[in-house]
């Protein structure tokens, strides 16, 4: 059995295979006005997340163990944390990004920010502990190029408005403090006490 840390990451590595093969059918619509940034944005996200939790998965341990260093698996970055990082804001902000791309390109610029957050991190700490983490293949090869691409197509197009670029400044920002969070959750203490049923259910 592979231990994925809840439900939604096999629910992701099931809808790897369909949302790259869409994107893939959709390849002219996708390639007219830049609209690769946000409709790349989802694959690339089930890829980086299949990678994470479920092959060769790990990564619940690797973040509260090796990168905020806890001295438990599962705190301070829990599996209903977890839910809520990759699937409310993570799908969330994706499939926002793809419906709001004709209006405005801010929430697809604000996921490429999270794009480029996971580069450093995942990148960072592969350099600093000299090792595989959970996620960095796809970091390096998915996110990278594509924050690459998309941030210098979002510059050239001049679609990026006053408030499209506070909209992708505020979730980058909200991405780059989730650790900060998670440092601060751990020091309170709560990670001496054992989880609740309601924490350690699978969601």
């Known amino acids: 059995m592979i231990e994925t840390y809840g439900r939604w990451p096999r629910v992701a590595a099931?809808?790897?295979c369909p949302a790259w093969?869409?994107?893939l059918a959709n390849r002219r619509r996708l390639a007219r006005d830049g609209g690769w940034v946000a409709g790349l944005a989802l694959p690339i996200l089930l890829a980086h997340q299949t990678e994470e939790w479920v092959r060769p998965g790990g990564f619940l341990p690797f973040a509260n163990k090796r990168l905020?260093?806890?001295?438990?698996?599962?705190?301070?970055?829990?599996?209903?944390?977890?839910?809520?990082?990759?699937?409310?804001a993570g799908w969330g902000s994706a499939v926002a990004g793809m419906l709001l791309w004709k209006r405005s390109p801010g929430?697809?610029?604000?996921?490429?920010?999270?794009?480029?957050?996971n580069v450093?991190?995942?990148?960072?700490?592969?350099v600093r502990q000299r090792r595989y983490n959970p996620g960095l293949a796809t970091a390096v090869v998915l996110m990278a190029p594509h924050a690459v691409a998309s941030?210098?197509?979002?510059?050239?197009s001049g679609r990026m408005s006053r408030g499209g670029t506070a909209m992708a400044a505020l979730i980058g920002a909200a991405f780059a403090a989730l650790p900060v969070s998670m440092k601060l959750r751990m020091r309170d203490g709560r990670h001496l006490r054992?989880?609740?049923?309601a924490t350690a259910s699978e969601i």
């Open 14 to 16: 099931a809808a790897l």
């Open 21 to 23: 093969a869409a994107a």
């Open 68 to 88: 905020l260093g806890s001295r438990r698996p599962d705190w301070p970055l829990t599996r209903r944390v977890g839910f809520h990082v990759n699937v409310t």
């Open 107 to 117: 929430v697809a610029a604000g996921v490429v920010a999270m794009e480029a957050g």
């Open 120 to 126: 450093a991190m995942h990148a960072g700490m592969a």
């Open 151 to 156: 941030a210098r197509w979002l510059a050239r």
């Open 194 to 197: 054992p989880p609740s049923p």
